[in-house]
C-alpha cells in the first residue's frame, strides 16, 4: 500500500508529468487558458488515461504471449483512439453540456503523448496491473494538477501588460519553465523514507 | 506551388515549432543535448518523409470515415520501423532518445502533415513536404538544443557514443544547470519564440 | 452492413494487415543485431565489474533463491570463475528506481564478500545531473569500492557515506539503494556457495 502511495505521489508532484516529464505538453498549452476547460480537459484525460493504463497492461501481455511485441506501437495507439472515440459517444449521449464544453479537445486527446507515454511506460517499468491503473490514474491526476494551476496562473496574465514578441505562446511558455521550477522543489522528497519502505 | 517553394516553406514560412508551435513534447524534452535534438530531428524527419509518401499514395483509396484511423496505423508503422533500425544500428542513441521514439506517433506535426497536405497533394509533393518540415523540425530542434547544452554544460555536440567528445567552449562548473533541467527548456524556447516573432515583425515593417 | 461500410472495415483491415507484416519482416531484420548488441554489452559489462574472473556461468537456481531471499529487484547473477575452475566470486545485476526511470546496476562481489567493481548498464536520469551517476568519480568513490556485504550505504544526506551527486540526490540514492541489494544478494550466494563445499567435503 505504501509502495503504491509513493508510486502515485511520485508521479503527481516529483516527476509530474507535464512539468518534469514533457508529456502532455500541446494541450498543456492550447486548453489551458481558463481554469474551467482545463478542469474538463483534465478530468477527461484522467479518465482516459487510467482505462488506457488497464488496457494497454493486457494487450501487452497478449503481444508477447504471441512474440509480436514489435507491434506495441499500432496496438496502443489503436486502442487509445478507439477508447477516446466510445469516451466521446458516451459523452456525448450522457451530458451534451459537458460534450458542448469539451467539444473539440476530446479528440485531441487521442495525440495526447501523455496518455502514450504513461502506458508504454508502465511497460517499460514493469509494473504490475494494480501499479500500472495506478500510474495510469496518478498520470492523470498530474496532468489535471499541472493544467489547472497553469490555467489559473494564464487567467491572471491576460491582465498583465506582455510585450508584443512574447504575446501567446512565448510568455506562456516562461510561464510553464516557472511553474516547473517551481515543482523541482518537491525532487528533495524522499518519499521512501517518508513512508518507511 | 513549385517543389522549392514547398520545402522551403516547411523549414521557414510554417516551420513546425517555431511557427505552427506542433511537436512541443519531444521539442521540450530531447533537447539537452544537440546529439539529441539531432537524433530525433532526423528519425522524425524519416518517419514523416515516409508516412506522407504512403498517405499521398493511398489518398484516393482511404475513405473519409476511416482516414484518421488509417493515417495513424501507417505512422505507427513507420515509426516502429525507425525505433527498430535505430536500435539495431545506434544503439546507444536509442538508449538516450528513449520513451519519446514511440512517442513520435503521436507528434502532432506528422499527423497534422498527413491531414492538411498528404491527403491532398501528389506523392511527389509530398514527399518534399514531409522533408520541409522535417529539416525544419530538426533545425530548430538543433538549435534549441545548442542554446540548452551550451549555457548548461559549456559543451557544443558532445557525442560520447559516436567517439566525438565535442567542442568544449567554457569549464562545465561554470554552467547553468537549469539549462538543461525542465524549466530551461521551457523558458529557452519561449525566448527564442519571442525573439523569432520580434524578428519576423521587424521584416514586416519594412 | 451496407457496402460502403464493408469498404471502410475493408481498408481499414487491410492497411492493418500489411503493416503487420511490414513489421514482421523489419523486426525479423533487425533482431539479430539487437540481440547481438545486448550480448556484447553485457560480457564487456561483466569484464569491467569482475576484471579478475575468466568465466562466467549463469545459474537460474541460485537466481530464484536469491530473487526469493532478497527481491524480484534482482534481475540477473554470474558466477565468476578463475582460470583453474575456482569461484572467484558472483556478478549480480540490480534494477532500482531512479528519477527518470529504472535504472540498471550491475556489482562485482569477491568470493570474500568485498566489491570489485560497478557499472550502470541502463538509465533514464537527466543528461548532465543523474546521469553523472555513470561516471568514475560517483561510481568509483571509496563508499563504493570499499564496501562489503557486512554494510548498508546511503547517501550523506541520510547519514550515510556515498557522496550523491550534486542536484542529483535521487539518482544517487537509487544506486546505493540498489548497491545495498546486490550486496545482500551476494551474502546469499557465498552463503548457499559455502553450504554446497562444506557439504562436499
Same mark, same amino acid.
Given at each position: 500500500m505504501a509502495e503504491l502511495l509513493v508510486l502515485s505521489l511520485g508521479t503527481i508532484l516529483i516527476s509530474n508529468i507535464v512539468l518534469a516529464k514533457f508529456l502532455g505538453i500541446c494541450p498543456f498549452l492550447g486548453v489551458s487558458r481558463q481554469v474551467e476547460? $482545463?478542469?474538463? !480537459? &483534465?478530468?477527461?484525460? *484522467?479518465?482516459? !488515461? *487510467?482505462?488506457?493504463?488497464?488496457? *494497454?497492461?493486457?494487450?501487452?501481455? /497478449?503481444? @508477447?504471449? =504471441? &512474440?509480436?511485441?514489435?507491434?506495441?506501437?499500432?496496438?496502443?495507439?489503436?486502442?487509445?483512439?478507439?477508447?477516446v472515440q466510445l469516451v466521446e459517444m458516451v459523452i456525448k449521449k450522457s451530458s451534451p453540456v459537458l460534450y458542448q464544453a469539451l467539444g473539440i479537445y476530446l479528440p485531441l486527446i487521442t495525440t495526447n503523448c501523455a496518455v502514450l507515454g504513461?502506458?508504454?511506460?508502465?511497460?517499460? @517499468? +514493469?509494473?504490475? =496491473?494494480?501499479?500500472?491503473?495506478?500510474?495510469?490514474? +496518478? /498520470? &492523470?491526476?498530474? =496532468? *489535471?494538477?499541472? %493544467?489547472?494551476?497553469?490555467?489559473?496562473?494564464?487567467e491572471r496574465l491576460e491582465y498583465s501588460p506582455v510585450p508584443q514578441s512574447l504575446q501567446g505562446f512565448p510568455i506562456a511558455l516562461i510561464l510553464a519553465g516557472l511553474l516547473s521550477m517551481a515543482f523541482l522543489g518537491f525532487s528533495g522528497f524522499n518519499l521512501q523514507a517518508l513512508f518507511g519502505i | 506551388m513549385n517543389n522549392w517553394s514547398i520545402f522551403k516553406n516547411g523549414v521557414f514560412n510554417e516551420n513546425p515549432t517555431f511557427r505552427l508551435v506542433l511537436g512541443m513534447c519531444p521539442t521540450l524534452a530531447v533537447t539537452s543535448a544537440v546529439i539529441n535534438g539531432l537524433g530525433m530531428g532526423l528519425a522524425a524527419t524519416a518517419v514523416l518523409v515516409g508516412s506522407n509518401l504512403m498517405i499521398a499514395l493511398l489518398r484516393k483509396i482511404i475513405p473519409k470515415e476511416v482516414r484518421i484511423p488509417c493515417y495513424i496505423v501507417v505512422i505507427a508503422t513507420f515509426v516502429t520501423i525507425v525505433d527498430k533500425v535505430m536500435a539495431a544500428n545506434t #544503439?546507444?542513441?536509442?538508449?538516450?532518445?528513449?520513451?519519446?521514439?514511440?512517442?513520435?506517433?503521436?507528434?502532432?506535426?506528422?499527423? $497534422?502533415?498527413a491531414e492538411a497536405f498528404a491527403s491532398k497533394n501528389s506523392v511527389g509533393s509530398s514527399i518534399v513536404d514531409g522533408l520541409g518540415m522535417g529539416i525544419?523540425?530538426?533545425?530548430?530542434?538543433?538549435?534549441?538544443? $545548442?542554446?540548452?547544452?551550451?549555457l548548461g554544460t559549456g559543451t557544443l555536440f558532445v557525442a560520447k557514443d559516436f567517439g566525438f567528445s565535442g567542442f568544449t567552449i567554457f569549464p562545465e562548473a561554470l554552467g547553468a544547470k537549469i539549462m538543461i533541467m525542465p524549466p530551461g527548456a521551457f523558458i529557452t524556447l519561449g525566448l527564442l519564440l519571442a525573439g523569432i516573432n520580434w524578428i519576423s515583425r521587424k521584416k514586416e515593417a519594412k | 452492413m451496407d457496402k460502403h461500410q464493408l469498404r471502410l472495415i475493408a481498408v481499414l483491415t487491410a492497411i492493418c494487415l500489411v503493416a /503487420?507484416?511490414?513489421?514482421?519482416?523489419?523486426?525479423? !531484420?533487425?533482431? #539479430?543485431? %539487437?540481440?547481438?548488441?545486448?550480448?556484447?554489452?553485457?560480457?564487456?559489462?561483466?569484464?569491467?565489474? =569482475?576484471?579478475e574472473a575468466v568465466d562466467f556461468q549463469s545459474d537460474s537456481a541460485l537466481l530464484d533463491t536469491v530473487r526469493e531471499k532478497v527481491g524480484p529487484e534482482i534481475i540477473d547473477l554470474y558466477l &565468476?570463475?578463475?582460470?583453474? /575452475?575456482k569461484i572467484a566470486?558472483?556478478?549480480v545485476t540490480v534494477e532500482s528506481r531512479g528519477y527518470g526511470g529504472p535504472l540498471q546496476l550491475m556489482v562485482g562481489v569477491s568470493h570474500e564478500g568485498d566489491v570489485t567493481g560497478l557499472k550502470v548498464l541502463k538509465h533514464s536520469e537527466t543528461v548532465g545531473l543523474g546521469a553523472k551517476i555513470t561516471e568514475e568519480s560517483f561510481l568509483h568513490q571509496e563508499a563504493f569500492t570499499t564496501a562489503t556485504t557486512q554494510d548498508t550505504l546511503a547517501v550523506t544526506k541520510d547519514r550515510g557515506e556515498v557522496e550523491a551527486i550534486t542536484a542529483a540526490t535521487i539518482s544517487s540514492r537509487a544506486v546505493a539503494r540498489g548497491v545495498n541489494q546486490t550486496l545482500a544478494a551476494a551474502s546469499v550466494v557465498i552463503d548457499q556457495l559455502t553450504e554446497v563445499s562444506c557439504n562436499n567435503e
Open positions: 476547460t $482545463a478542469v474538463g !480537459m &483534465g478530468v477527461a484525460v *484522467t479518465f482516459v !488515461m *487510467t482505462m488506457a493504463s488497464a488496457i *494497454t497492461y493486457w494487450i501487452q501481455k /497478449g503481444l @508477447e504471449h =504471441f &512474440g509480436i511485441d514489435y507491434l506495441q506501437t499500432i496496438a496502443f495507439i489503436l486502442v487509445i483512439a478507439v477508447l504513461i502506458a508504454i511506460l508502465n511497460i517499460q @517499468e +514493469s509494473y504490475s =496491473f494494480l501499479e500500472a491503473v495506478v500510474n495510469g490514474f +496518478s /498520470g &492523470g491526476v498530474s =496532468f *489535471t494538477l499541472a %493544467i489547472i494551476l497553469f490555467a489559473g496562473l494564464r | #544503439p546507444d542513441l536509442h538508449e538516450v532518445l528513449g520513451l519519446f521514439i514511440p512517442l513520435i506517433v503521436v507528434n502532432c506535426i506528422i499527423l $497534422a502533415r525544419g523540425f530538426t533545425l530548430a530542434l538543433i538549435l534549441l538544443s $545548442a542554446v540548452r547544452e551550451l | /503487420g507484416a511490414v513489421l514482421a519482416w523489419v523486426n525479423g !531484420m533487425t533482431e #539479430p543485431q %539487437i540481440k547481438l548488441h545486448a550480448e556484447q554489452a553485457k560480457k564487456n559489462a561483466l569484464r569491467e565489474v =569482475f576484471p &565468476g570463475y578463475e582460470a583453474q /575452475g566470486g558472483v556478478s
